[in-house]
């Protein structure tokens, strides 16, 4: 198992050293659909696992909602798998439609890669959790950052856009449009958070 990890764990750090070549290496490997899904579940299961074990180890009820998907996980990994979903269709669809040459299977795959790195990333970040709290934190802000970062060279890399910084203002346009949309289709359900609340 260590002589597959290892080579990912030291992908995955020059991704980040180098998020394009990063890219093109995960796009080279030519992945079947089916593996990539797979590594789909697998990336959400063990990002759900240790957000749980966070929680275990040093609890922070902060968010009203947070303990119920804390005592829900498959609710969580149920909604973190369908937004990664959304993210992958978003990234294929959108970046063809400004004139992309990605492939589904590429954006399918650089989303997968983007999670691991993620979920390497919480990793520290739960070991923080234990020897230093407040570091903690402050990786969790770092690892916003970095997503946005390497999500906009991903797909600059995947449609052969020119620029990651514009790419990156596409990005958050899409994202606040979809957010937009989804908002309003939940409220044309009857869908709202406030059942989801305990009275105070």
Not at 31 to 55: F, I, R, Y
Not at 116 to 124: D, E, G, H, N, P
Not at 155 to 162: C, K, Q, R
């Amino acid at each position: 198992m260590s002589q597959t990890l290892i080579p990912l764990l030291k992908l995955a750090l020059e991704s980040v050293r180098d998020p394009r070549d990063g890219a093109r290496r995960v796009l080279a490997l030519a992945l079947p659909e089916g593996a990539l899904w797979q590594g789909l579940v697998l990336v959400v299961v063990l990002s759900v696992m240790l957000t749980q074990l966070g929680e275990i180890l040093v609890p922070l009820p902060v968010d009203p909602l947070l303990p119920v998907f804390l005592a829900n996980p498959l609710l969580t990994g149920v909604i973190q798998g369908g937004l990664l979903v959304v993210m992958i269709y978003a990234i294929h669809f959108l970046g063809r439609a400004f004139g992309g040459t990605g492939t589904f299977a590429g954006a399918l795959a650089l989303a997968v890669w983007l999670q691991f790195i993620m979920v390497c990333l919480q990793v520290v970040q739960t070991v923080f959790l234990i020897v230093l709290p407040p570091v903690a934190g402050m990786i969790g802000v770092f690892g916003l950052g970095l997503f946005f970062y390497l999500l906009s060279h991903f797909v600059a890399v995947l449609h052969g856009f020119p620029s990651p910084l514009r790419t990156f203002v596409a990005i958050i346009a899409a994202m606040i449009g979809i957010l937009f949309g989804i908002s309003i289709l939940m409220s044309v359900l009857g869908f709202t958070l406030g059942g989801a609340l305990p009275d105070v």
